[in-house]
């Protein structure tokens, strides 16, 4: 599980079609096998056991053939005659005559009784007891015909005895015809089988040569039921056709047939399939290793664009030219991008529009009417005498020196972390302690306000020798509503309350008292010792009712 | 002296005939039940009269059979074959009392066979295998074949100790087996049981050699 949590997805995507792949093929690979070689093996077996049934029939054609031969033979008068002279002498010439007349391997001619009378081999002595020989038995017991195979000597041989009648019953003729190697070799070839005769105990004959005789075993059971045998030769389909015969055991022709000859058109078979199975098996494997490669490419995209994303590049896009899962996803991808794109370029407008805090603050606390009670210092700033500049320049390059003023007097307000409230013509007014927390707002209201003359001072500077500007500046501490003012769908970040107010007043007061910067009391008793400031006495500030105290910097450069 | 003996000879056989005796008795089975066509004859040989001429029998052929089937006769009788057939009989016998063949006979009368010595003859046609007939040749002319019931009657048996056989064409049982010894007197035993093992659809080798002789 770690290998597999641990590997790239391109490894796992091909690793499973592999496998998937591997695995129908050896699956299906498996079952025409299984399928192919089930129907060779009944087919073979089929073959088998027909052979079997020809077998037999073959060997009933034989004994028909052996009889009939015989009963034509014993219908013949002469040795009818000839044995009606029960002369041993007389009939082993006619044994031997008539062995050769019919072809046959062995010829005994009997008394009634079933004494043996002349046997063409020479073998049997005359007088020799025959009656209890298989075939003679019954025929004699049944004045018919009857034929066996049987042992005489040491080979096996069909046999059939007919009763000569004269016309009762005046002797036998005996015929057989040896079962041997060559009968056996002649059935191979009849049947297409290897036929061998043989007993628990003997082997009689055979169609194999002798090295394979000896690795031929009777099986303890199971006849007539096919099995395989593995002999020099190969692997082969044995089947144990139970042979009538009269021997002390029973005799059974052992039917084989070659196992891998029958079965080389399936080898073949299953070489054409494992090749086929090969290249199909290529063909997956370079399949897989596409759509692995499909699969994981456009990912490795994606991973390129995030880390891009995450440099900052936010302008960096996925090439798109799918409409699958992972075109949706490069689509869905690239609209992140664009909306994280427009939400930073808004947010650095909003940070031109209102201060940064301010939007910081807005940004964190959402959109909502209402606000809150703070204390907060209030800084207004003007620039004096506007209406007259205002005359003296044209509209464009009064908005440049508005712009240049503005700007200064902002960015020292800034440097103090003051917010630029908002401008109103030549107007600025500021916030310090809202919507941050500053404890020393109106220490820096004042420091702001130091910071501001002297940007003044160098505007002037640089626009000598034109009129030097000059500006009132009035700063009061107190507690302000501070909060998102307006409508729902409009509002601003403003401070409201008396000391907005208040400031402003003391703004407009500064070219009455004659100096740059007018402050309250509460602002004053903020401010550390460093700061100098004067008493300027108390004034009725209208709208409040209670008389203000006034003061100003003294020294403000001493700081 | 012989026309004494000739004498004599006519006196003994008058005596004879004046003193036989007629036997009668059954022939049965094994289980009882009377066999038919089965001869009875007395197995003491009687010396035929001298000059009287040998007799003769007929063994026919008709419709691809013999008729009778079995012939019992006397010894030395002579037997004619006629063919009573419109096709050729290849009549013979291969047996030792009387070995002939008489070849492709059609219409016309072969010479008689004498059969000059006691036994069973087996006669079958060479060109027919089915045709099969029985001749029994008997030391006497005393015998009998026994009627549908078995029973029979043998005339003309000599007085004194007599020995008399019985014997069937499908009778197992050897004919000293089915022999009886009796002796005949003013009153002949009556009611002479033999008793045969016959298998009627068996198949039997015909005798040869001096087996089976009666």
Known sequence: MTWWATRRLRTKIFVAIAALVVGLLLATLWLVEQAVSRQAERSLTHELMVTGEVFQQLLAEREERLMSNSILLTGDFALKRALATYDPATLATVAVNYRERSGVDLLWILDEQGQMLADAAGREPAGSKAADRPAVAAARETGKPAAAIAAVGDGLVQLVAVPVLGPEMIGLLVLGTAIDDATARDLETRTGSSVTFLTADRLFASSWDPATRGRLVLPTSGGGVPYLTTLPSGRHLSLLVPVAASLASPLHALVQRSWDEALAPLRSLRRRMALIGFGALLVALGVGVAIAQGVTAPIVELVTATREVLRGNLEHRVAVARHDEIGTLATSFNEMTGGLEERARIRAMIDKVVSPEVAHELLARGLTLGGELREVTVLFADLRDSTAIGERLTPTALLELLNAFLSRMAHAIEQERGIVDKYVGDEIMAVFGAPLDLPDHAERAVAAAIGMTEALAALNAERAPAAPLRMGIGIATGTVIAGNVGSAERMNYTVLGDVVNLAARLQGMTKEHEVGMLMNEATQAALPARFATRGLGTVTVRGRAAPTALYTLDHPRSS | ?214
């Open chain 2, 1 to 214: 002296m012989p026309r004494l003996v000739a004498l004599i000879g006519i006196v003994l056989l008058c005596s004879a005939s004046a003193h036989a005796a007629e036997l009668r008795g059954r022939v049965v089975a094994s289980d009882g039940t009377g066999v038919a066509g089965a001869v009875v004859f007395l197995r003491t040989p009687v010396p035929p009269p001298p000059g009287v001429p040998p007799k003769s029998a007929v063994m026919d052929q008709v419709d691809k059979q013999f008729v009778p089937r079995v012939l019992p006769i006397t010894v030395g009788t002579e037997v004619r074959f006629p063919n009573h057939d419109q096709i050729h009989h290849h009549v013979y016998s291969f047996s030792r009392v009387k070995t002939f063949d008489l070849p492709l006979s059609k219409g016309e009368e072969a010479p008689p066979v004498v059969f000059d010595q006691p036994g069973v003859v087996k006669v079958g046609c060479n060109i027919h295998d089915w045709m099969m007939g029985v001749i029994l040749v008997v030391p006497s002319p005393v015998f009998a074949t026994t009627d549908d019931g078995g029973a029979f009657t043998l005339r003309d048996v000599p007085e004194g100790e007599v020995a008399i056989g019985a014997w069937h064409d499908a009778s197992e049982t050897a004919i000293d087996a089915a022999t009886q010894r009796l002796t005949i007197g003013a009153a002949p035993p009556s009611d002479v049981t033999f008793t045969l093992a016959v298998r009627p659809d068996k198949a039997r080798p015909a005798v040869h050699g001096g087996r089976g002789n009666p």
